[in-house]
């Protein structure tokens, strides 16, 4: 099995062909038809992927998205239409791995859940006793092992996949500044189309976290047409 995989959508016709695309590959699939649903099948089992439709009757996805970042560590698709790109980029900021626009292909939905499981499943592995990575700056403690940003304070914050591989792509380069579409692949582990805005959303995502009352500097800075550097301090433990 190459992995479980949870439909959330209210249209049983969709959940049918997303079913018929997915199980021929070999992964094994769950579905939920509201939010309710969701919400039973993820306290009792453990998936590794949830794909989201944003318009659900019940619930708003957006909503339902930040509740799985909250609840689980499995890697979340949003299931968009056309002309909900506000919808899409705010799912992003709250804690989304990438989405795909209805109608889609077969191929961009296959490539696109494999890429979201790879980065989900790589972090899952990573075991405590391999010698994990801890890097300090500015009062901050970033565990890239675990996922894991600890502010000056002291507060704990649990980092997406594809957050924590971009703030440790941008500390593995301090002082250089990396391109959008270099750490577009590096975080979320597929070239970057044209026009794309997912990596924007990402680094904003992080910058907000790296927010806090102590350190109001801008950690991550932007270099107009290129990309972005990393401006902190580093101490390697």
Known sequence: MLGRILIVDDDPDMRLVLR????PEGFEVIDAGNGAEMRRIIAQEEVDL???????????????AKVLR????????????KGTT???????EVGADDYIAKPFKSRELLARIRSVLRRTKQARSVKPSTGRSVVKFQGW??????????????EDTVLTAGESRLL????????????????HREALGYDMQANSRNIDVLV??????????????????????IGYEFTGTIEQE
Do not use: C, W, Y
Request: hydrophobic share 35%; proline share 2%; glycine share 8%.
């Open 141 to 154: 403690r970033f565990e890239s092992a675990f996922q894991r940003l600890t502010d000056p304070q002291g």
């Open 50 to 64: 949830v794909i989201l439709d944003l318009q659900l009757p019940d619930e708003d996805g957006l909503n339902l």
């Open 204 to 225: 904003g995502r992080l910058r907000r976290k790296l927010d806090s009352d102590d350190s109001k500097e801008n950690l991550i800075k932007s270099v107009r047409g």
């Open 20 to 23: 018929e695309h997915l199980e």
């Open 168 to 183: 440790q792509t941008l500390i593995d380069n301090l002082g250089e500044t990396v391109a959008r579409d270099t750490l």
């Open 70 to 81: 909250e609840k689980t560590d499995a890697g979340i698709v949003m299931l968009t239409g």
């Open 86 to 92: 506000v919808d899409m980029v705010v799912g992003l």
